[in-house]
């Protein structure tokens, strides 16, 4: 059965909606009616992330913004600022429509552009039957290592590349510009992007978020959202893949336990 997903729904619609989202976001909207669904961002100029999204097809060239409610009002007010003379309209449109989610495919649903692990994903009309299904789907994320940028990090606080934007499929390299594109660009060719998200392992209870993660006395990051056993870090990679002394916790034994998709930088020298 499908469960439901707290999440911000923001209509974008008119003649210019798709022209207006491909010149801000990282993602390319000539790829949305094929895909369904893609994964992007809205960056601040300097690259850094704002809010990440799902964005739908919407009939008649329209789109559907899928955010986390902690960002939806901002989006929706950042947006609005860009509007300027396109032609399009902006309305939230949460209390009509709502986010289902499955392991399995259901009718309408399509696969998570992010990981196919995260399953199936659908916007459908509003429903007070579905269970919530937001426990289960964060302990699925943190298993997966995937971070949550609306929890895991403050707005304009981490680059996409250290977002592991490229790794979940929400950066077109190739659409040309976008809001903060010179940054992310510079970084994805250079291969400077030492600090990530990336998951740890121990024993016991999630530490607490921000508690510092430990290489002997150097600060390597911090601890953001968790579950037994397992939470997911942003930390200089680098160092802690060259780390010669173990990695701790609040004075508990921690490990690395990056997945497989993630991209890692070289070891500091």
Known sequence: MACRLPRTLIRVAGPDARSFLQN????????LDDAGVLYGALLSPQGKVIAD???WAAPEGGVLIDADPARGPDLLR???MYKLRADVALEDVSGRLCVLVSEHPFEGARRDPRLEAFGWRAVAPARDDAPDGSPAYEALRIRLGAPDLARDAAAEEVFALEALLDELNGVDFHKG????QENVSRMKRRATTRKKFCPIAFDGPAPAPGATVRAGAAELGAVRSGAEGRA???LRLDRALAATVPLSVEDRPVKLDPPPWLLLPAPAA
């Open 177 to 180: 510009c976008f809001i903060g």
């Open 53 to 55: 999204m799902m964005l």
């Open 24 to 31: 801000l976001l990282t993602q390319n909207l000539d790829r």
């Open 232 to 234: 997911i870090a942003l």
């Open 78 to 80: 950042r947006l609005s």
